[in-house]
Structure formats: C-alpha cells, structure tokens
C-alpha cells in the first residue's frame, strides 16, 4: 500500500462513501482559490529553486517544529535562527534526519496527511519516511528540487492555484509583487492588507511603526484623523497591487465605537508612551470598527483572526523571536465583543466580515447564529488548530443547521508551507463530500442539491466571498 489512500477521509458505510465518490470526483479536480495564507511572494517574484528538502519542508512550518519541539528537539537543531546570531545547525541532511527519526510523532496529525500527500504526488515516493529511508527521501525530493518544473511557478501551475493571497504589513514597499507584475508571468499573486503592527500597541516596536506609517503615506500620523487617513492611503495602495483583503490578528474580538473626541483623546494616550493593558484593547478594537468602515468605502473584505494567545512562550520568544509555534488559543466571546460594530454595519450587505475562531465552542452558542442573522457578517473556515478532517467535521456539524452554507466562505488555506496547499484543499474537499454523503444517504438533501454544494464550498464560495472574480 502506498503512503495515501484513494478512499482516505470518507465515510466507512459503503452506502454513504460510495455517495461522497460521486460527488468528489467532480471537485477533486477544480482550481484552487487560495485567499488567505502567507506564503513568500519573493518566491514567485524571483522564482529560483527552493533550496533543500530541510528548507522546504522542516523549518518554515511551524506545524512541524512545534511537534518536534514537544518532544525534546531544539529549534536549534532544527536550524531556526536565532535573534543574537548564535550558532545553529546549517546542515540540512542532518536537519532532515532529525526530522525523520521523529516522523512517528506526526501520526494520527494533520500535518502527517499533508507531508505524504505531498511526499507522494509531487515527489514519487511511497514508502513511509523514517529513519531508515531519510537520505532515500533526502536525495529524492533534492533531485526534483533542481529541476525548472519544480521552481515556485511551475508548481504553482501544477497546483492548479488560480489566485492566491499573501499577507503583508502596511509597512511593507510590495517590491515582490512588483516584480510579480512586471515580469509578465500569468500567475495570480495578490496581497492583503495586515495593520496589526500599526494598531495594536502591544505590538513590538508600535510607535515607530506608527511614525512609519505617517511618512509612508505623508499623512501626520500623530492625531487621529491624520492616523486614519494614512491607513485609507495605504489600502489604496494594497487594492493596486490587487488586494481584495485585510486580515486583523488581535488577541480578542472585541470591537469599539468611539466618539470622534474620545477616539483622539485615546489616540493621544497610546501614543505618548506607555500603554496601560486597558487603553491597548480599547485602541485594538476601536481600530477594527473603524477598518470595518473603511472597508465598506473602499470594498475591501475584512477578515477577523482572534482567540490566539500568541508567543506564549517568554523563552522561545527572547532566543527567537515571534510566531516559533507558541501559540495557544483562548476562550473568546463574539456576541458582546463584536456587538458595536455590528450595530453600526452588521446591516450592510455591501460589507463583508469574515470571522474566525479558535474557540470552537462559540460555533453553534455565538458564531452560527450572529451569521445567520446580520448581512455584513460570515463564518470563516475551521481555522488553525482545527484545519484537520475532524475540525473541519465538527464545523460543518455544528455551523450548517443554523448558519447554512451559504454564510460561511468554503475553504482558504492559510498557510506559509507552499507544498502542503493542495493536500489542505483535498483534505477539505474530501470531508465536505462526505458530509454531504451523508445529508444525502439520510435524505436531509437531494444528491443533485448535493454536486452544486459541493461545488460551491470548493471554489465558489470563496470567489465570491473574497470578491475574486
């Protein structure tokens, strides 16, 4: 047996799986629409080789190190570099044994899913890596890696990708995306906008940012109004390099709706200095509110990420750095925290917000019903944690009776591993017919409905929802 199964992730009643058959074998093949992630444009702008197995598969994915590093591994011996510059290890081989010796921590994972999916499709390979087979697997995907139709574009192309999103700063020049563009190639590689370290205080070195941002856009980013129009300045400049998108990573939804007066006067509090804990939530979520109309001028789609209590780990943060795979999620309340903005344009059907969540018990208690009722508002993806053929089980379980399908936006991948970006796409493609499969075999739906809703949770959905077309 190879290392994927043709009937993975369906259902084991005969009946039921040979239904979710039918209806993948019309999906399996659909381009992918890839809206969210955060891949390198640098890739695709320069499209050189990608440099080793180690680089391509181990250290960038914060899915694999934080496994590994669960168990014992350094992120030193893993080659992640460190913020004084002290020594890691530069051998990818050994980088790579490592990680195959420990492969067996990744059963039962996701990420276990993705890698030989990937390992089979792209690579050939169909024995199972481990130590034995490390340097098999080594020298294998080496050799591939050095061939022009495994460069960034070639398997962007493969991947049938149609469109994907990356996620920049709004401090960031977008000069890969300019080269995209300029060189000519077809691919389509569009930004999003992320404010994070222009509006949330807490955010590491936030007043420059801020300061930045005001020269960038010529705009006195030291009085309120000066701050916001830098901010419109600056998302016309992301919508010309083809944004269709921000994304807001604050640690919680809540969401302000200040007065005029009262916003300048916080304004000026969180820029004189220190920021007391409460006045930072209170400029997080008045700044959301305010991006939330902004989006409903320029038509932007905002997209909400809260509920993760990011580096929670003071030692990997201060040998390494943010986002080393530290983040945990937390309980996070929808109803009252997204409740002032809603009030000012949850009516809007012209305003998308697409929320997600890492607290998934709020799905069926908060999220469902918010979406089922309020136009501006849809669910996003099972996200994060939960990107795994159970989540995204219990998702659709717990969302659908009361938000339908038509209130959440199909499946966006999220990601900075490139080659894992069709696997996530199968995986969900895979479980959505098999909950469809099952609507049918216990005739809530017609299998007729059932091929044009699984069409739309694969692609259609998430052109409109993230206004692609």
């Not at 990356?166 to 190639?185: F, K, M, N, V």
């Not at 916001?228 to 992301?238: D, G, N, S, V, W």
């Not at 820029?271 to 007391?276: K, L, Q």
């Amino acid at each position: 047996m190879g290392l994927i199964h043709e009937d993975r992730l369906f259902p084991a009643d005969p009946t039921t799986r040979a239904i979710a058959r039918r209806l993948y074998e019309t999906v399996k093949d659909l381009p992918i629409v890839s809206p969210h992630g955060h891949t390198d444009p640098r890739w695709f702008a320069e499209n050189e080789p990608f440099p080793d197995p180690a680089r391509l598969f181990v250290i960038p994915d914060h899915y694999v190190t934080r496994m590994l590093y669960s168990q014992g591994v350094r992120l030193e011996e893993l080659g992640i570099a460190t913020r004084d510059g002290s020594p890691t290890e530069a051998d990818p081989r050994r980088i790579w044994r490592r990680f195959a010796e420990n492969y067996h921590l990744f059963r039962g994972t996701p990420s276990r899913m993705w890698l030989d999916h990937s390992f089979s499709t792209l690579f050939g390979l169909e024995t199972r890596l481990g130590a034995e087979t490390a340097d098999l697997y080594y020298d294998t995907i080496a050799d591939h890696l050095a061939r022009d139709d495994y460069r960034p574009r070639a398997l962007f192309e493969r991947f049938r990708i149609e469109v994907i999103a990356t996620t920049e700063s709004p401090l960031d020049p977008l000069t890969w995306h300019g080269q995209i563009r300029a060189s000519g190639w077809s691919g389509r590689v569009i930004t999003a906008y992320r404010p994070d370290p222009v509006c949330d205080p807490d955010f590491a070195g936030f007043h420059d940012n801020v300061r930045q941002l005001g020269a960038l856009t010529g705009c006195d980013t030291g009085t309120w109004s000066g701050y916001l129009e830098a901010h419109r300045r600056r998302r016309a400049f992301f919508k010309s390099f083809g944004a269709t998108s921000t994304d807001h990573g604050h640690p919680t939804a809540r969401t302000a709706d200040l007065s005029r007066a009262d916003a300048e006067a916080l304004h000026a509090r969180v820029m004189a200095g220190a920021v007391s804990a409460q006045d930072a939530e209170l400029y997080r979520a008045q700044c959301l509110t305010e991006m939330a109309g902004m989006s409903l001028e320029d038509g932007l789609v905002m997209q909400i990420h809260p509920g993760s209590w990011r580096n929670h780990n003071p030692l990997l943060f201060d040998r390494f750095g943010r986002d080393m795979g530290a983040d945990i999620p937390s309980r996070t309340d929808y109803v009252g925290a997204l409740k002032p903005l809603l009030d000012r344009y949850g009516n809007e059907p012209a305003l998308t917000v697409i929320v997600f969540t890492l607290d998934e018990t709020t799905y069926s208690r908060e999220l469902a019903p918010l979406a089922g009722h309020y136009p501006a508002l849809r669910i996003g993806p099972a996200w994060w944690f939960f990107d795994s053929p159970e989540g995204m089980k219990r998702y659709r379980e717990m969302v659908t009776e009361t938000a339908g399908f038509y209130n959440t936006v199909g499946f966006n991948d999220d990601t900075r591993a490139f080659t894992s970006i069709p696997a996530r796409h199968d995986v969900s493609r895979r479980v959505d017919c098999g909950y469809l499969a099952g609507l049918v075999a216990s005739h809530r739906l017609d299998e007729d409905e059932a091929f044009v809703v699984a069409r739309d949770l694969a692609y259609d959905l998430a052109r409109k929802a993230y206004k692609l077309d």
